[in-house]
């Protein structure tokens, strides 16, 4: 079956370090992933769309710099926080589909909670 | 911009009694997704129904996208149907767009 694994499931970092998790598609092909934030207290938020084989595209509020994304292949992407503080704790959480424009089944990793001491 | 509203936001109710959740949304969705939040954090997707109804064992969702709004019944609850019930729409190249959440409780 379709599976999407998401690592490191938690983890704890210090105020301006950085943390990068990754998302793993197993029995198909990730066409397009997308990268979701849950504050405390709030609903998720999509930080960026990545379509291989097209520019990843950040929501407002949301940039590469802060939020490097790597899609290098149909199995694989990553993403860093980069100097992260207390605004960015939450559960990120990746999203991908094997099919462009919206169509297609959506599986989702687990989840990689960070938490910023 | 795109909206999605939840109601009602927690529900708290006896195990075996039956659970109606509703979701609005701001504009005609092209997919629209009902996700379970484990309070482990964790989210498993449950239906997708961008209109009409469908149904998964316990689960029943109907759609009525002309008045953009969707509704999710769960028979029969079970203390383990415990959790967060997001509403989701879909647009614009694959784009999802969260409700706040319905905070289900089942109480033995």
């Known amino acids: 079956g379709a599976l999407v694994y998401q690592y490191p499931r938690r983890t704890i970092c210090k105020s301006g370090t950085s943390m990068r998790m990754e998302c793993q598609a197993v029995g198909f092909q990730a066409t397009s992933v997308a990268w979701y934030r849950q504050s405390p207290q709030k609903t998720f938020e999509l930080i960026a769309l990545s379509t291989v084989n097209s520019a990843i595209k950040y929501e407002q509020n949301f940039t590469q710099e802060k939020f490097p994304i790597s899609h290098p292949n149909l199995s694989f992407s990553s993403m860093t926080v980069l100097n992260a503080y207390l605004e960015d704790r939450g559960l990120y959480l990746c999203?991908?589909?094997?099919?462009?424009?919206?169509?297609?089944?959506?599986?989702f990793g687990e989840g990689s909670k960070l938490t910023v001491l | 911009g795109q909206q999605v509203q939840q109601s009602p936001a927690s529900l708290v109710l006896q195990e075996g009694e039956n659970a109606e959740l509703q979701c609005n949304f701001s504009?005609?969705?092209?997919?629209l997704q009902w996700f379970y939040q484990s309070p482990g954090g964790s989210l498993v997707s449950l239906l997708s129904?961008?209109?009409g109804t469908k149904h998964t064992g316990r689960l029943t969702s109907t759609t009525v996208t002309k008045e953009r709004r969707s509704s999710l019944h769960i028979s029969s609850s079970q203390t383990t149907d415990s959790g967060t019930y997001l509403c989701a729409i879909v647009y614009n190249q694959g784009k999802l767009i969260f409700g706040q959440g319905t905070k289900l409780s089942i109480k033995p």
């Open positions: 129904n961008p209109s």
């Open positions: 504009s005609t969705a092209t997919q």
């Open positions: 999203g991908a589909r094997d099919r462009q424009g919206g169509t297609g089944q959506l599986y």
